[in-house]
């Protein structure tokens, strides 16, 4: 008998990397230099940032009269992704690291949020041919500027709000 074939576990704690892009040609191929060109935000967001998620909708279908069991198909898919809340300086100049988050979105942004899972968020800022990312193409407009938390452990942040828009998000693509 042979062993039972299984995924090995990545644990993904300080393993999320995230890009905002301008320009990414096919979503669905995205390249080395069109990702890397991009943004590197991933110290900016809280730990706990989720991203994009589609939902179709289970539609039951009425039963005719000769039939007792019901049918399920799918509906249409809401394509959404959560709204991120970057950390940042509001007292540092423009151009700095502390802003670099709000110079790129404070008068909108409309490209690309690219994650990628299992890779050290700290040790690299580049995707190289090969690697596998999410590409979700969004706006993202700056909702507002609130701390963190209220308590002596709040930070600086500012709340964005993101649309997705087409072609939708792709899921787990190849890095040309």
């Known amino acids: 008998m042979a062993a039972p074939v299984k995924p090995q576990k990545i644990q993904t704690?300080?393993?999320?990397?995230l890009w905002l892009v301008d320009t990414i040609a096919d979503p669905a191929n995205p390249t080395a230099a069109e990702i890397n060109a991009g943004d590197y935000l991933a110290c900016y967001p809280l730990a706990d940032q989720a991203g994009g998620t589609s939902t179709p909708n289970k539609i039951t279908l009425p039963n005719l009269l000769c039939e007792t069991d019901t049918e399920e198909v799918f509906g249409q898919t809401t394509h959404a992704h959560a709204d991120i809340a970057?950390?940042?300086d509001p007292q540092a100049a423009t151009g700095s690291p502390g802003k670099k988050a709000w110079d790129l979105v404070k008068d909108g942004f409309s490209g690309f949020i690219v994650w990628q899972l299992g890779e050290d968020?700290?040790?690299d800022d580049q995707v190289d041919a090969g690697d596998f990312v999410t590409v979700v193409p969004a706006d993202i407009r700056v909702m507002s500027e609130e701390p963190s938390s209220t308590g002596e452990d709040g930070i600086a942040m500012f709340q964005t709000s993101v649309a997705v828009k087409a072609p939708y998000i792709q899921?787990?693509?190849?890095v040309a």
Do not use: D, K, M, S
């Open 13 to 17: 704690y300080g393993r999320r990397r």
């Open 86 to 88: 970057f950390a940042y």
């Open 121 to 123: 968020a700290n040790l």
């Open 171 to 174: 899921r787990n693509v190849e």
